[in-house]
């Protein structure tokens, strides 16, 4: 499966008491995870911003989906706190044995871009991903 996308996509902020929800629709596997990236990144800056200057390569190997979900947007939170890389373009190929992921995007410039919430983790508190007839959908609790 492949999957590309460009932040920002559409997704849904939930409610929580302490901490920060989304919830993010997607045509399978790989497109979800590849717009749960992409609205990862609309938390965390504002990806309109962000200049496609050069790639990022991610690669995870597969896990239980629900698991590879939360993995893969805590590899991303790494990615933007350890390296201050910020993507603005996802694609995402999904084997039956790995995640790889190219991010187009560029190093955090404090000139031109500015941080929004501070994110800590994904965390698998009230984590469900369901089928409906668009595909899958995700509800994904992120610590702030």
Not at 19 to 38: E, K, N, Q, T
Not at 60 to 86: K, P, S
Request: glycine share 4%; net charge negative; proline share 3%.
């Amino acid at each position: 499966m492949k999957a590309h996308c460009e932040a920002p996509v559409e997704y849904e902020l939930l409610e929580h008491t302490a901490d920060l929800g989304i919830a993010v629709v997607g045509r399978d596997w790989a497109d979800l995870l590849a717009r749960s990236a992409a609205a990862l990144a609309d938390l965390q800056y504002d990806p309109a911003l962000v200049e496609k200057r050069f790639p990022w390569i991610v690669q995870l190997e597969r896990a239980e989906d629900e698991t590879l979900l939360v993995r893969w947007l805590n590899e991303l939170i790494g990615l933007r706190e350890t390296e201050d890389f910020l993507w603005r373009e996802v694609e995402v190929d999904l084997s039956e044995t790995h995640l790889r992921a190219r991010l187009n995007g560029e190093r955090f410039d404090s000139s031109r871009h500015v941080p929004r919430s501070g994110l800590k983790a994904a965390t698998y508190h009230q984590l469900c991903v369901e089928e409906i007839p668009e595909g899958l959908r995700a509800r994904v609790i992120l610590d702030v």
